[in-house]
């Protein structure tokens, strides 16, 4: 039984990876279709995790912006998808947050710590007050209908958009640019002192972060079908990227994927199981896993693989 | 028109009141002992539903429960710390690993006290009347008990003033928030102040809470939007300074009443508009260093 020696086959991975990705894309064939909605939400959140983490992980700047970039990508679909189709709004949705993205990063990317965190936070905030006030005295009206779009073409949508992320993100972390990125986190100043371009690295790693994001919202949007600011701009949607990025273990590749998947699926079994108890209950999880789990999934893994190659040794 | 601008100016004053008092326990559990604590509302929500239940249910006066409900909440905040974040501090390897792991705890104190308050008090919106009459300033009316909310507020907040300035273990928070470790050396036992810190923190925001009660619906959900406000305020005052926060909070609240005067809607718009400025041109705030 030599689990640790297969896995680390180089052949083994990719093909492994190769094999889930087939499942995945025909499950729509053999699943029902609540499996095919809770999926979906799956992968909503590891892109959502995923594209956080590309930028924050490294660079340890905690961005609370995710929620902004969702809800553009939403207010995006529930605007345009009447007129366009569902390939371009998804494209457009991307590609506003990425806009704000530049924008947001070309100002504030000079902050650092606990500021940086708290005026992303503040920006979600600002977005929906005064779309908000614009819905209640300008247009008059409160939340927009969004166009229907089949579940299994959601499903689909956002399998396309989440092997990109991963894509890009592995990409963006075994090249220069992710090096460029490790560096500033270890020390902005000798980062820029080596010849690194620090701000246009922050922002252009910034700005693509968020389009994974913006295209999430535009898609997802269509499942809501009814939407308003407050729907679109949750700041939950902010904080629980970091929780699972965290929680999963940011240390690897694998961790943001692996917390998202995991909480994921946990929120949906508790809000299934214990409709009334599931955020105490979350709550409670959140606490014990931050006591316990201070290296996030990632270690409870390691741990679990050194014990089983200690006791390999031992048998040997 | 002066009558509109002392109505402005007053109501501005008695919500900064209350902003103050919020944002000098966040500052303080934030600046001293380096909790962001995003479950600080929680506390706040926690004393009004408490003053709201002794008022409702056993006729209890809301400024005698000040002394039920302020011990009760410095006691859960105390016990927190030397509990929940005294073990996460010990264990965290760096200082910014500690404020990552605790900010995570603090969200899930959030999720749990906000869900037994909804499963104890419920979704709906509560309140109570108490010293409801009016007073008339200079032509400019108000309900008595946001007068008394104001300056309780002050009160509470000046006597912790003095406390920091004037005791020793005011002296010794004032050390822990400088250097923590040369605190301790210097004979500081630093969980011990640490975790006074944060039950100061928790019986300032049940105080406000109370206050709160006095003047203002209430409901289960409440605390999220305290909780921002008062970081809008800590971060407004500059990080670690209580004079900051204090005069942040009135800051913050004439500037709502002004921007409420012209158009309600944009209140809220505003204290975040104002914060990304600020942060933007001088992000360590008026009294920050």
């Known amino acids: ?316 | 028109m002066i009558v509109t601008i002392l109505d402005v100016v007053i109501a501005g004053l008695l919500m900064g009141g209350i902003y103050a008092l919020i944002a000098v326990g966040l500052g303080l559990q934030y600046g001293v002992a380096r909790v962001l604590n995003i479950s600080h509302g929680e506390f706040i929500m926690l004393g009004a539903f408490a003053t709201w239940s002794l008022y409702t249910k056993l006729g209890i006066n809301p400024l005698v429960s000040l002394a039920i409900c302020g011990p009760v909440v410095f006691i859960i905040g105390f016990i927190l710390h030397r509990t929940l974040f005294t073990r996460l501090r010990t264990s965290s390897g760096s200082s910014t690993a500690y404020e990552g792991s605790s900010l995570l705890a603090s969200f899930g104190l959030l999720f749990i006290i906000q869900n037994i308050a909804l499963i104890v008090w419920g979704a709906d919106i509560r309140r109570y009347t108490y010293l409801a009459f009016p007073v008339n300033l200079g032509g400019a009316i108000f309900a008595a008990n946001r007068l008394v909310a104001l300056s309780f507020a002050i009160v509470v907040s000046l006597a912790f003033y003095l406390f920091l300035a004037r005791t020793r273990l005011g002296k010794a928070i004032r050390a822990a928030a400088q250097d923590p470790v040369t605190a301790a050396l210097m004979g500081v036992n630093i969980n011990q102040v640490l975790a006074l810190c944060f039950g100061f923190g928790a019986l300032m925001a049940g105080l406000a809470g109370l206050l709160i009660s006095m003047c203002y619906p209430i409901n289960a959900t409440m605390g999220l939007g305290y909780t921002v406000i008062a970081i809008i305020v800590v971060v407004l005052g500059g990080l670690g300074s209580v004079l900051g926060s204090f005069i942040g909070g009135f800051i913050l609240g004439l500037i709502g009443s002004i921007v409420t005067y012209l158009d309600p809607g944009l209140s809220l718009a505003a204290y975040y508009l104002i914060f990304i400025l600020l942060l933007l041109v001088r992000p360590t705030g008026i009294l920050g260093k």
């Open chain 1, 1 to 316: 039984m030599n689990i640790a020696g297969i896995i680390s086959k180089r052949s083994f991975l990719p093909g492994l990876l190769f094999l889930i990705l087939i499942l995945l894309s025909a499950l729509p064939l053999y699943a029902p279709t609540y499996t095919v909605i809770l999926l979906t939400a799956i992968l909503m959140y590891i892109i959502l995790t995923v594209s956080w983490a590309i930028f924050s992980g490294p660079t340890g700047y905690t961005s609370l912006a995710s929620a902004a970039f969702f809800g553009v990508g939403i207010y995006t679909s529930a605007i345009l998808g009447k007129s366009l189709p569902l390939p371009v709004v998804i494209g457009i949705g991307g590609l506003a947050s990425f806009m704000l993205a530049l924008l947001v990063g070309a100002v504030t990317l000079r902050l650092r710590g606990i500021y940086f965190a708290v005026f992303t936070f503040g920006l979600v905030e600002l977005i929906k007050r005064l779309l908000l006030w614009w819905e209640m005295t300008i247009t008059r009206t409160r939340g927009r209908f969004v166009i229907i779009v089949d579940n299994n073409t959601i499903y689909y949508v956002m399998l396309g958009i989440f092997v990109v992320t991963l894509l890009i993100a592995y990409f963006i972390r075994r090249s220069k640019f992710g090096l460029a990125l490790q560096s500033i986190g270890e020390d902005e100043e000798a980062a820029a002192h080596t010849g690194i371009n620090v701000t246009a690295i922050k922002i252009v790693t910034f700005a693509i972060s968020a389009v994974f994001v913006g295209a999430a919202g535009a898609i997802i949007a269509t499942r809501w079908t009814y939407i308003d600011p407050y729907i679109a701009f949750n700041p939950l949607l902010s904080f629980m990227p970091v929780l699972m990025a965290i929680l999963g273990g940011m240390g690897q590749f694998y961790g943001p994927i692996l917390g998202a998947a995991v909480f994921a699926y946990l929120e949906e079994i508790l809000i299934t199981r214990f409709p009334y108890y599931y955020m105490l209950l979350f709550g409670i999880i959140l606490v014990v896993a931050v006591l316990y789990l201070p290296n996030g999934l990632v270690g409870l893994v390691q741990k679990w693989r050194k014990g089983g190659l200690k006791r390999q040794n031992a048998n040997a």
